[in-house]
């Protein structure tokens, strides 16, 4: 049996946290590093599976990867990469696609296994290969991978349906070692592509227009090794802010940046929290009567879908009826009927939710469906009377690195129980 946390709610979160390196971010410069000649160092990394996961994919492919410190990750990818990431690994981490971009431009090849079923939805490759495609690659798949080859790649126009976050990062990976020159329209703005763009100028990319929706990218015939913080994680900041509000609680959040998450402080400020925002630090007192809002979840600078599962956790204890629209994966619904089984009255249908708020949250064993959905979860049984059991943990490890120690720091009564510590999850990378 995997561990699980318990936790004993009522407590009043308060005191100082201070926020990790963005997963979404760490992921992709993690990548982006086997497209330069030399080893690039990478600080402010978090501690969390998907990391290590991104570690063992990108070792796979033939680069070393250390720890220097337990937050600064040296990535060499020396002279021959292989072109193949494994379903064993792909399965464990869908973001492992990223690697296809980067595999192109060094390689001229890159056979990536197709990622499995995911739990939060279908999530569809098909913008990430059609981009490629114009860019000059050709694909084949079959037999459970995808297999792109491209003799050069060649600057092109590219116009994406949507703005995908990963489809966007393959792009301007890919493009910043073609031929010519490259004009993403349509393109995903979220901060972690910003953190990803600089990052890669900073290697000798040519990219222009970052945090727009059209990035520009001339092709440069190579990339260096560089030294480079990644950007605070927007989504355990909002974890956090969340956390203190349902437990009406007093708590700081240092080393974030407050701009990437504008609609998230406004929701949390029309839902009753008090919010001061000063420099890379934000506090956030709680209100006693949490005021029903409706939110609709959109790419960025809309309301983020990964802060969704939380602030439906926060709304289910309103005084009054609030309604959440998902429009970016059609399942993250999916921790819904673990929450009600804590008290909840919420009904979903199709990409809508209908909360009506409960005066409180009873305590009860649930299962994480999935990182945002586990951390939702966890953030009820603070709330929640009584002793909550959050079950299958390792969704939450993917994206939070020590969220119980945190959370403890802040006064709450959480543990981790069972056979497995936490430390044996995270593989130990000489
Ligand atoms: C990334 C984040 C995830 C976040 C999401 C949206 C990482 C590792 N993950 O996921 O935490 O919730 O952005 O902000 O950074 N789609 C297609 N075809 C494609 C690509 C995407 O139909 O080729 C669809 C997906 O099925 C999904 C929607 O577009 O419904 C958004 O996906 P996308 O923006 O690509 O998210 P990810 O990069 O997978």
């Not at 925002?277 to 979840?297: H, M, Q, S, Y």
């Amino acid at each position: 049996m995997g561990s699980k946390f318990v936790i004993r709610g009522g407590k009043k979160l308060s005191g100082k946290v201070r926020i990790c390196g963005a997963k979404n971010s760490a992921l992709k410069l993690m990548a982006a590093a086997l497209l330069a000649d030399g080893p690039t160092i990478l600080t402010n990394v978090p501690l969390i599976t998907d990391v290590m996961t991104m570690a063992a994919v990108i070792e796979r492919l033939g680069a070393s990867v250390s720890y220097e410190t337990p937050d600064t990750v040296k990535i060499n990818p020396g002279y021959s990469l292989y072109a193949e990431a494994p379903y064993e690994l792909v399965s464990q981490m869908r973001a492992s696609i990223i690697v296809l971009g980067p595999l192109l431009a060094r390689l001229g090849r890159a056979r990536v296994a197709m990622p499995g079923g995911c739990n939060i939805g279908s999530r569809k490759i098909d913008m990430h290969i059609r981009g490629l495609e114009l860019l000059g690659a050709r694909f084949e798949v079959g037999h459970g991978f995808i297999d792109a080859t491209a003799e050069k790649l060649v600057g092109n126009k590219i116009t994406l349906d949507f703005p995908s976050v990963g489809a966007t990062e393959n792009l301007l990976m890919a493009a910043t070692c073609a031929e010519g020159t490259t004009i993403i329209s349509n393109a995903a703005r979220e901060p972690e592509i910003a953190d990803l763009a600089t990052f890669l100028n900073q290697m000798g990319a040519q990219i222009e227009g970052i945090g727009s929706s059209t990035l520009q990218v001339t092709g440069v015939k190579r990339l260096k090794g560089v030294e480079y913080k990644v950007i605070p994680d927007r989504i355990e900041t909002g974890t956090f802010l969340v956390a203190g509000a349902i437990t009406n609680g007093d708590v700081l959040l240092e080393d974030v940046v407050p701009e990437h998450l504008e609609l998230v402080i406004s929701k949390l400020i029309d839902i009753g929290a008090d919010i001061k925002v000063d420099g890379n630090k934000i506090r956030l007192k709680g209100c006693r009567k949490i005021k029903p809002v409706d939110l609709a979840t959109l790419p960025y600078p809309g309301f983020p879908t990964d802060l969704q599962t939380l602030f439906m956790a926060l709304l289910s204890m309103a005084d009054g009826t609030s309604i959440i629209t998902e429009n970016i994966f059609e399942n993250r619904f999916m921790f819904v009927n673990e929450l009600n089984r804590m008290g909840s009255d919420i009904r979903t249908e199709g990409r809508h939710a209908v909360i009506q708020g409960v005066p409180k949250l009873t305590g009860a064993p649930v299962k994480a469906p999935d990182l945002r959905g586990g951390a939702a979860l966890v953030v009820a049984g603070l709330a929640a009377e009584g002793v909550t059991e959050v079950l299958d943990i390792y969704h939450i490890d993917r994206g939070y690195q020590n969220l119980e120690h945190k959370l403890q720091m802040l006064g709450a009564d959480i543990e981790r129980l069972g056979a497995e510590e936490r430390s044996s999850n995270l593989r130990v990378i000489k």
